[in-house]
C-alpha cells in the first residue's frame, strides 16, 4: 500500500493516531466486491488504473490500483 502526496499531506493533517496503520489494513483484506477480487486480480492488466474508495471513520479514503499495488489518492473529509 502506498500513499500519495495529497493522501500523505491530508494524513499529517489527521488528529487521529494510527490512522495510516489502519487504512493499510483495511486495503491490506483488498476491500473491493468479491467478483472484482476473482475477475481482476490486483497484478492484472485490466485492474490497473480502477478507482475506489470506502468510508471509513470521518473519511472517504479514495484509492486506485496501480502496478499490482493499492494506492491511497485522497482522503476527503465526510460532511455530517
Given at each position: 500500500v502506498h500513499f500519495e502526496e495529497l493522501a500523505q499531506?491530508?494524513?499529517a493533517q489527521s488528529d487521529r493516531p494510527g490512522l495510516k496503520a489502519m487504512i493499510v489494513e483495511v486495503l491490506e483484506l483488498d476491500p473491493r466486491p468479491a467478483f472484482q477480487k476473482k475477475r481482476f486480480p490486483p497484478s492484472s492488466p485490466e485492474a490497473q488504473g480502477l478507482d475506489f474508495g470506502f468510508n471509513f471513520?470521518?473519511?472517504?479514503v479514495?484509492?486506485?490500483i496501480r502496478d499490482g499495488a493499492f494506492v491511497v489518492k485522497?482522503?476527503?473529509?465526510?460532511?455530517?
Open positions: 499531506a491530508k494524513l471513520l470521518e473519511y472517504d479514495k484509492w486506485q485522497d482522503l476527503a473529509e465526510l460532511r455530517a
